[in-house]
Nanobody, 127 residues
């Protein structure tokens, strides 16, 4: 059984940056995909960034430029760095894993394909 635990959220001032972490325990298949999802109050959850087991990544169009996903494969940790934070980044950020999978599916960042979910970490950005 895979468990995911997110950390790194908190209250920050606009213009700052954060690095969120998603630590996984348990075994993955050789092919896997980490996806970071964002749920803004009153809006649907959306996959903002995904990273495949070979390192290829994909981003929601609105996340490009300020969001960066990365991973430490040995430690099974996925990171999401958010720069130049804006109040509209305020959201519950959750990570999820799909395994086994392929890159085509990974880059779609769809919530229905995810096998495991973390509980999320809240990011609040003040102006």
């Amino acid at each position: 059984e895979v468990q995911l635990v997110e950390s790194g959220g908190g209250s920050v001032q606009g213009g700052g940056s954060l690095r969120l972490s998603c630590a996984a325990s348990g075994d993955f298949y050789e092919s896997y995909c980490f996806v970071w999802f964002r749920q803004i109050p009153g809006k649907e959850r959306e996959g903002v960034a995904g990273i495949f087991s070979d390192g290829r990544s994909s981003y929601l169009e609105s996340a490009k430029g300020r969001y960066t996903i990365s991973q430490d494969k040995d430690k099974k940790i996925a990171y999401l760095e958010i720069g130049s934070l804006k109040p509209e980044d305020t959201a519950l950020f959750s990570c999820a894993v799909d395994t086994p999978t392929d890159y085509d599916r990974c880059q779609r960042r769809g919530s229905f394909g995810m096998d495991y979910w973390g509980k999320g970490t809240l990011v609040v950005v003040s102006s």
